[in-house]
């Protein structure tokens, strides 16, 4: 019913930024709450980022807290995440996911809908 697809990703240097949208389509989500994961290469999922609804509430993970920003467009259906200072440590597959429940979520389970991933490498 919502089907996500993230873009953006790619290789870049350490210290280097990067965009990720991830496009919704087959409903709006205007009204789920919507976060970022991502994997890395033998480590598990892990939260990245979270944005309500509207947009007015996020939340970030330590690791990532000042470098990455969450937004989200809704006129476009649309999730981005704006990364900055890239570190090797960043370099994973990054996942979008979207739920209709109401508020802000870093837990994996809440969501209901994933993306197929865009990977990221950052090169030292």
């Known amino acids: 019913q919502v089907q996500l697809v993230e873009s953006g990703g790619g290789l870049v240097q350490t210290g280097g930024s990067l965009t990720l949208s991830c496009a919704a389509s087959g409903r709006t989500v205007s009204s789920y709450a919507m976060g970022w994961f991502r994997q890395a290469p033998g480590k598990e999922r892990e939260f990245v980022a979270a944005?309500?609804?509207?947009?007015?509430?996020?939340y970030y993970a330590d690791s990532v807290k000042g470098r990455f920003t969450i937004s989200r467009d809704n006129a476009k259906n649309t999730l981005y995440l704006q990364m900055n200072s890239l570190k090797p440590e960043d370099t994973a597959v990054y996942y979008c996911a979207a739920t209709s429940r109401f508020g802000i979520h870093t837990v994996q389970n809440i969501y209901n809908y994933w993306g197929q991933g865009t990977q990221v490498t950052v090169s030292s």
């Open positions: 944005v309500n609804w509207n947009g007015g509430s996020t």
